[in-house]
């Protein structure tokens, strides 16, 4: 298969973790922010082939994780209601709100359904005029510009029975807050590739002159990877701090301006929770105000809503690299896949679920 | 994680949903916890040998095999196949896995108000088709109507009765450490022809489902002599579901190798766009087969003379109990292959 296999090769794999070590002569932690490198990365076992001195970290770039708790119970709250169908990308769907989670919801009789594209919860929305379509719109930069192109679609169409519940969020000042975070250790970045195929390499350039650390903007296959850190390696032995780009089948350094100008049309920058970090300022995405009309929270009187997190689960500091998913006392025995205690080991690019499903035996 | 951590399973039950939610239908672990909490705590049966796809019973001095499934696939016809079909040979592989010859299948239909009745007319020409292809009668059934909105069109469940010949015994228990994991065909294909036509997804060329019937495939295998030790076909949950239930009942550990599994390029397309793994993905026509390695070769040579083992391979080999039930040689080295939890949920981003 194109695209995927070549870059899964191992015999290239085993190439590059030599080639890295021969370059590596202190001890690095790097961070890897997308949950799908995370994942990448468990599953083809890249952490075992780097050399010991490299530490990799994993940051908190998994969406469906960082979606803060009240929205999820605003979700339910929704998909509850006889009138509305609420829609949803398939990962939403087993995250624990504070008491259920919307797999519960559905059971109970709500209509929760899930979609593949925002733009199948308009045309529902267009089918069934007497029913409010609700979008749960989770999701980085990445998703963001369907996401607004759904909304745009809607309001051209005139389908009003049509709204969102914004829970988007936005990479760079996540990374600014763990960076200066006190028990921040991180010294490079793997970049999320799909984010700048959107955004550009920009922000990124202000992360790497502030803060001075290498960022190499990295794709999401097993030597897409090894490449990265191979760049972020040689970056750090030669005290250098500027951006790279790894994943240039993918990125260009002024990004998608499409899609760009949508965003920038449908959406408005704001302080958004991040389950398990806080509230982080410019860190979301709501809607503008010439589209605030299809906001699922102001339609369905749930703007004034609020919830103290259970202290429990440690999600928070898997997803700011503070601790690895095996060193929470409840990985594995209290918290699974089936019974989860955060979003971390539900999503299928949280950390947590990715060190559970693809944990590794000690063989030959 | 470190060489003294705790064992994978949770040490305790937590029942998170009081109410009864889809992904306790998938196949997976969540499905499995239900049956054993709910169904074998009351059901169980001391005098039973451990679970497998049909309960063996002797009477008279005559072995024989019953088994029930259900079927509520949606939508009612898909690409390879239909209920009717997926009715008959679902059942009749259950039959053929616990090493049985298929006789005789029962048919309960339970319609909604306003199924057409052409649909009914196509749907049991296929299961009379199905049933002269795999060599069995239907000779009893049962039809009940629900009204619109309570039933989605139709529902089938088929009852499977078949004699088990002398000397021949297929169980969980019998599988030993040494013996060789055959895997007749490419996985994956049955699952994403459901997804894709019940989701309206189009790829560039049609995934048809593998539904076929197996008990003629596992009958040559027994005629040859072959020492088999054990048989499973791997529906819900996909072949890892199946691995690790045959594991976990025989107290055994397997180890596979992930490039010896075969995938076709269109289902690894099909599973690499939305996120899903082929080992997870429910089969109709395919199943695992533990034999005594020595007759491991011969046993290939059987199956790839059948039509429906042309495509046979080894994946791997039985051990002793490991870190965990199933292992998998991939790249990077060697990792737990689990069963699913839950359903697979497609990406988000």
Same mark, same amino acid.
């Given at each position: 298969?194109?695209?995927?296999?070549?870059?899964?090769?191992?015999?290239?794999?085993?190439?590059?973790?030599?080639?890295?070590?021969?370059?590596?002569?202190?001890?690095?932690?790097?961070?890897?922010?997308?949950?799908?490198?995370?994942?990448?990365?468990?599953?083809?076992?890249?952490?075992?082939?780097?050399?010991?001195?490299?530490?990799?970290?994993?940051?908190?770039?998994?969406?469906?994780?960082?979606?803060?708790?009240?929205?999820?119970?605003?979700?339910?709250?929704?998909?509850?209601?006889?009138?509305?169908?609420?829609?949803?990308?398939?990962?939403?769907?087993?995250?624990?709100?504070?008491?259920?989670?919307?797999?519960?919801?559905?059971?109970?009789?709500?209509?929760?359904?899930?979609?593949?594209?925002?733009?199948?919860?308009?045309?529902?929305?267009?089918?069934?005029?007497?029913?409010?379509?609700?979008?749960?719109?989770?999701?980085?930069?990445?998703?963001?510009?369907?996401?607004?192109?759904?909304?745009?679609?809607?309001?051209?169409?005139?389908?009003?029975?049509?709204?969102?519940?914004?829970?988007?969020?936005?990479?760079?000042?996540?990374?600014?807050?763990?960076?200066?975070?006190?028990?921040?250790?991180?010294?490079?970045?793997?970049?999320?590739?799909?984010?700048?195929?959107?955004?550009?390499?920009?922000?990124?350039?202000?992360?790497?002159?502030?803060?001075?650390?290498?960022?190499?903007?990295?794709?999401?296959?097993?030597?897409?990877?090894?490449?990265?850190?191979?760049?972020?390696?040689?970056?750090?032995?030669?005290?250098?701090?500027?951006?790279?780009?790894?994943?240039?089948?993918?990125?260009?350094?002024?990004?998608?301006?499409?899609?760009?100008?949508?965003?920038?049309?449908?959406?408005?920058?704001?302080?958004?929770?991040?389950?398990?970090?806080?509230?982080?300022?410019?860190?979301?995405?709501?809607?503008?105000?010439?589209?605030?009309?299809?906001?699922?929270?102001?339609?369905?009187?749930?703007?004034?809503?609020?919830?103290?997190?259970?202290?429990?689960?440690?999600?928070?500091?898997?997803?700011?690299?503070?601790?690895?998913?095996?060193?929470?006392?409840?990985?594995?025995?209290?918290?699974?896949?089936?019974?989860?205690?955060?979003?971390?080991?539900?999503?299928?690019?949280?950390?947590?679920?990715?060190?559970?499903?693809?944990?590794?035996?000690?063989?030959? | 994680?470190?060489?003294?951590?705790?064992?994978?399973?949770?040490?305790?039950?937590?029942?998170?949903?009081?109410?009864?939610?889809?992904?306790?239908?998938?196949?997976?672990?969540?499905?499995?916890?239900?049956?054993?909490?709910?169904?074998?705590?009351?059901?169980?049966?001391?005098?039973?040998?451990?679970?497998?796809?049909?309960?063996?019973?002797?009477?008279?001095?005559?072995?024989?095999?019953?088994?029930?499934?259900?079927?509520?696939?949606?939508?009612?016809?898909?690409?390879?196949?239909?209920?009717?079909?997926?009715?008959?040979?679902?059942?009749?592989?259950?039959?053929?896995?616990?090493?049985?010859?298929?006789?005789?299948?029962?048919?309960?239909?339970?319609?909604?108000?306003?199924?057409?009745?052409?649909?009914?007319?196509?749907?049991?020409?296929?299961?009379?088709?199905?049933?002269?292809?795999?060599?069995?009668?239907?000779?009893?059934?049962?039809?009940?109507?629900?009204?619109?909105?309570?039933?989605?069109?139709?529902?089938?469940?088929?009852?499977?009765?078949?004699?088990?010949?002398?000397? +021949?015994?297929? !169980?969980?228990?019998?599988? =030993?450490? &040494?013996? /060789?994991?055959? #895997? %007749?065909?490419?996985?994956?294909?049955? @699952?994403?022809?459901?997804?894709?036509?019940?989701?309206?997804?189009?790829?560039?060329?049609?995934?048809?489902?593998?539904?076929?019937?197996?008990?003629?495939?596992?009958?040559?295998?027994?005629?040859?002599?072959?020492? +088999?030790?054990? !048989?499973?076909?791997?529906? =819900?949950? &996909?072949? /890892?579901?199946? #691995? %690790?239930?045959?594991?976990?009942?025989? @107290?055994?550990?397997?180890?596979?190798?992930?490039?010896?599994?075969?995938?076709?390029?269109?289902?690894?397309?099909?599973?690499?766009?939305?996120?899903?793994?082929?080992?997870?993905?429910?089969?109709?026509?395919?199943? +695992?087969?533990?034999?005594?390695?020595?007759?491991?070769?011969?046993?290939?040579?059987?199956?790839?003379?059948?039509?429906?083992?042309?495509?046979?391979?080894?994946?791997?080999?039985?051990?002793?109990?490991?870190?965990?039930?199933?292992?998998?040689?991939?790249?990077?080295?060697?990792?737990?292959?689990?069963?699913?939890?839950?359903?697979?949920?497609?990406?988000?981003?």
């Amino acid at each position: 298969m194109r695209f995927v296999d070549e870059y899964r090769d191992d015999m290239h794999a085993e190439r590059f973790a030599r080639a890295i070590a021969r370059i590596t002569t202190r001890p690095w932690s790097i961070m890897e922010v997308c949950g799908g490198q995370t994942h990448a990365i468990v599953r083809f076992g890249i952490d075992q082939l780097l050399p010991d001195e490299i530490t990799l970290i994993h940051g908190p770039g998994c969406p469906v994780c960082v979606t803060a708790v009240e929205l999820i119970d605003k979700a339910i709250d929704i998909a509850l209601r006889p009138e509305a169908i609420l829609c949803s990308f398939g990962d939403m769907v087993r995250v624990p709100g504070s008491a259920k989670d919307l797999q519960a919801a559905k059971a109970a009789g709500g209509d929760v359904r899930i979609v593949y594209s925002p733009l199948d919860a308009v045309r529902l929305a267009g089918e069934e005029p007497d029913r409010q379509v609700v979008f749960f719109a989770v999701g980085f930069e990445t998703t963001a510009p369907v996401n607004a192109a759904a909304v745009a679609q809607a309001a051209r169409r005139g389908i009003e029975n049509f709204s969102v519940l914004v829970a988007h969020v936005r990479i760079p000042p996540a990374i600014e807050a763990i960076l200066s975070g006190p028990d921040n250790r991180v010294e490079a970045l793997v970049a999320p590739g799909h984010v700048c195929a959107v955004m550009g390499t920009s922000e990124y350039e202000a992360i790497a002159t502030q803060y001075g650390i290498p960022v190499v903007v990295t794709g999401f296959e097993p030597l897409d990877i090894l490449e990265g850190i191979h760049m972020g390696v040689t970056q750090l032995e030669h005290g250098e701090a500027k951006v790279e780009t790894q994943y240039a089948r993918g990125v260009k350094p002024q990004g998608n301006a499409t899609a760009m100008a949508l965003m920038n049309e449908v959406f408005t920058v704001v302080t958004r929770k991040w389950r398990g970090i806080g509230a982080i300022p410019y860190g979301g995405l709501a809607l503008a105000d010439a589209y605030v009309g299809f906001d699922a929270e102001r339609r369905f009187g749930l703007v004034d809503y609020s919830v103290t997190e259970s202290t429990e689960c440690l999600s928070g500091q898997v997803l700011q690299g503070i601790i690895k998913p095996e060193e929470c006392p409840m990985f594995g025995g209290r918290c699974t896949p089936e019974h989860p205690l955060g979003a971390t080991m539900v999503s299928a690019e949280g950390a947590c679920a990715a060190y559970y499903r693809y944990r590794r035996v000690s063989a030959g | 994680m470190s060489p003294e951590a705790p064992p994978f399973t949770c040490p305790l039950p937590v029942q998170q949903y009081a109410n009864v939610v889809l992904a306790h239908g998938a196949g997976g672990n969540l499905m499995h916890r239900l049956i054993d909490d709910v169904f074998v705590k009351v059901f169980a049966n001391p005098d039973q040998e451990a679970e497998h796809d049909s309960a063996v019973l002797e009477c008279d001095g005559v072995r024989f095999a019953f088994t029930t499934d259900s079927y509520v696939v949606h939508p009612l016809f898909f690409p390879g196949g239909d209920i009717g079909s997926l009715a008959v040979y679902g059942t009749v592989n259950d039959l053929a896995v616990s090493g049985a010859r298929p006789l005789y299948l029962s048919a309960g239909f339970i319609l909604e108000e306003g199924l057409p009745v052409e649909t009914l007319h196509r749907v049991t020409q296929s299961m009379q088709a199905a049933a002269q292809r795999a060599g069995v009668t239907i000779v009893t059934g049962d039809t009940k109507v629900v009204e619109r909105g309570k039933g989605d069109g139709l529902f089938i469940n088929t009852a499977g009765i078949g004699m088990v010949p002398e000397g +021949v015994s297929s !169980l969980p228990a019998q599988v =030993r450490p &040494g013996d /060789a994991v055959l #895997l %007749n065909g490419d996985v994956g294909r049955h @699952g994403i022809a459901i997804m894709a036509a019940r989701e309206g997804l189009a790829f560039e060329t049609t995934i048809e489902s593998d539904l076929a019937p197996l008990a003629d495939l596992v009958a040559q295998l027994f005629d040859a002599g072959i020492e +088999v030790h054990c !048989l499973r076909d791997c529906t =819900r949950g &996909g072949l /890892a579901s199946a #691995l %690790n239930e045959i594991a976990a009942t025989a @107290g055994a550990g397997i180890t596979i190798d992930e490039k010896a599994i075969p995938v076709l390029e269109d289902v690894r397309g099909a599973c690499e766009l939305l996120g899903l793994d082929p080992l997870h993905v429910a089969n109709e026509g395919r199943l +695992v087969t533990f034999v005594a390695p020595g007759d491991a070769d011969r046993a290939l040579e059987v199956m790839r003379r059948h039509p429906l083992g042309a495509d046979a391979t080894v994946i791997g080999t039985v051990t002793e109990r490991a870190a965990a039930p199933v292992l998998m040689k991939t790249f990077g080295g060697i990792r737990i292959l689990d069963m699913l939890s839950g359903d697979q949920l497609p990406r988000i981003c």
